[in-house]
């Protein structure tokens, strides 16, 4: 296989690349580096999405390779992006999955603009480039070279860049399965929600998300008279409201470990320095939880479900004493989680007969969903690609404490696994921040990564 690529430098990285074979991984990530500048350029701010103007860039950008691919929308302008290249069927597709919506942003809070892929400093800033625009990037060179090589496959490998991600699953993964479950079934899926953390410019560890916390949003309301703000009363809504968040805020479900967390917790004590590892093998010990509370709350969040009062509400004058106040929990719950139950024991820690807990409508969507297998071919592809690129660090299965669309795929059988470009802590901080950035060297690696995964699950033996 000889592939090579004739790329226009960086500073004017939006012109088009003429592209033959050749395997030299600067081409690749060169080339990565154009896609994914021409998609943060592409505003999909989700509300309102519009991503089917990314959707239409992909899709001519395979044209332009002689790779049909589909655009299927669930409204208009909410358009997902699905292209398959064919295998001989000896086994079932592997899916290549990322979302091309972005949060929105507070342009006046960033130091570049946002949406103009700014390169500088060894990195390409702009909203999506981290969450998710990267991973699309990513698959979609992938999926480019396995075009171009001709590439034997045993499985069919499908391309899928989809709507809807940023809180709004019924216009992307939601609609595709309900209504195109067929053209994206598969028996692997490699997605965003992995952890691949740099420290001192290495690679410390490849977190490969195995499985998530659910979000099971509740609601805190306190009923009580109205009356005159002058004259202080017993049964003060926001003062009993504020009591239970009170409560609720400093309590927390015990810890439960589960198959995924157990291995990581095993996996980083074994190359994490002696103090640290003290810590990850004596999880049981109440005063390692209450240390890892206040110094790693990441961690802390792997261990349990975790409850998080996000937003309060009560009152309209400053001299009128509502009748009503609410608050909003953040629950991210541990897959197995009885929410009932959770309910019920969170009534008798606030102890009050003024206050109810309640589900609420909206964070419902996202299934609970057994987690994928760390046994499977897929998961002990993504170990061999680890110890082909990043030689020297480990390979760890870790349970994602926010929400993908992997977990809409596992409900339905799929095992799907979480990925990531390589991060520092301060990478990880941007997403979804101001000035969100990647690394253009760990993008490039990245790709040498997913690539070595997907040629080693789905290549012709």
Same mark, same amino acid.
């Given at each position: ?27 690749? +990530? ?6 994914? *500048? ?16 990314? $959707? ?19 409204? =208009? ?69 396995? #075009? ?15 709507? @809807? ?6 216009? @992307? ?18 997605? !965003? ?46 003062? #009993? ?14 810890? +439960? ?43 802390? *969040? %792997? ?50 007969? !003024? ?5 609420? @409508?909206?964070?419902?969507?996202? =299934? ?9 071919? %897929?998961? #002990?592809?993504?170990? +061999? ?13 870790? %349970? ?28 990880? +901080?941007?997403? #979804? ?19 070595? $995964?997907?040629?080693?699950? $789905?290549?012709?033996?």
């Amino acid at each position: 296989m000889k592939l090579k690529c004739f790329v226009v430098v960086l500073a004017v990285i939006s012109q088009t690349a003429v592209c033959q074979s050749t395997t030299d991984p600067a081409a690749w +990530r060169d080339e990565t580096v154009q896609i994914l *500048s021409e998609l943060v350029k592409i505003d999909t701010s989700n509300p309102p999405g519009n991503e089917t103007r990314a $959707a239409e860039y992909l899709k001519g950008l395979f044209a332009k390779e002689g790779i049909e691919s589909e655009i299927v929308e669930s409204a =208009p302008g909410r358009g997902s992006l699905i292209a398959r290249l064919k295998g001989n069927g000896k086994k079932r597709p592997l899916l290549l999955m990322g979302h091309i919506d972005v949060v929105g942003v507070e342009r006046d809070k960033w130091t570049v603009d946002p949406f103009a892929a700014v390169i500088k400093d060894g990195y390409l800033y702009g909203r999506g480039s981290s969450d998710d625009k990267g991973m699309v990037a990513a698959n979609a060179e992938v999926f480019l070279q396995l #075009h171009r090589a001709k590439t034997p496959l045993d499985r069919d490998v499908i391309f899928l860049a989809e709507a @809807g991600e940023e809180g709004t699953t019924e216009f @992307g993964i939601d609609f595709l399965v309900e209504k195109h479950w067929e053209k994206i079934d598969s028996e692997y899926a490699l997605n !965003e929600g992995g952890d691949f953390v740099l420290q001192n410019g290495k690679l410390l560890y490849a977190g490969v998300s195995s499985t998530e916390k659910v979000p099971r949003g509740l609601r805190v309301v306190t009923h009580g008279s109205s009356g005159h703000g002058s004259m202080p009363r017993l049964d003060n809504a926001v003062t #009993h409201l504020g009591a239970a968040v009170g409560k609720i805020g400093n309590w927390q479900p015990p810890m +439960r470990l589960n198959e995924t967390t157990r291995a990581f917790f095993a996996g980083l004590a074994k190359i994490s320095p002696p103090e640290e590892a003290r810590l990850y093998t004596r999880l049981s010990d109440p005063a390692v939880q209450e240390k890892l509370r206040a110094t790693n709350i990441r961690l802390n *969040s %792997m261990l349990r479900t975790s409850i998080v009062p996000t937003i309060i509400r009560g009152g309209f004058r400053e001299n009128v004493i509502p009748a009503e106040a609410e608050a909003t929990l953040d629950v991210r719950a541990l897959p197995d989680e009885n929410i009932e139950q959770l309910i019920s024991t969170l009534g008798k820690l606030v102890n009050d007969p !003024e206050v109810t807990i309640e589900r609420r @409508g909206a964070g419902q969507r996202r =299934p609970a969903a057994p987690p994928s297998r760390l046994d499977s071919e %897929m998961f #002990h592809a993504l170990e +061999r690609s680890q110890q082909k690129v990043f030689p020297g660090s480990a390979t760890l299965p870790v %349970m994602q404490t926010g929400a993908t669309d992997s977990a809409q795929l596992r409900a339905k059988g799929v095992q799907a696994y979480g990925i990531s470009i390589p991060k520092t802590d301060e990478d990880t +901080r941007r997403v #979804h921040g101001n000035d969100e950035r990647t690394s253009i060297e760990g993008l490039g690696k990245f790709v040498e990564y997913l690539w070595a $995964a997907v040629i080693d699950v $789905a290549g012709g033996k």
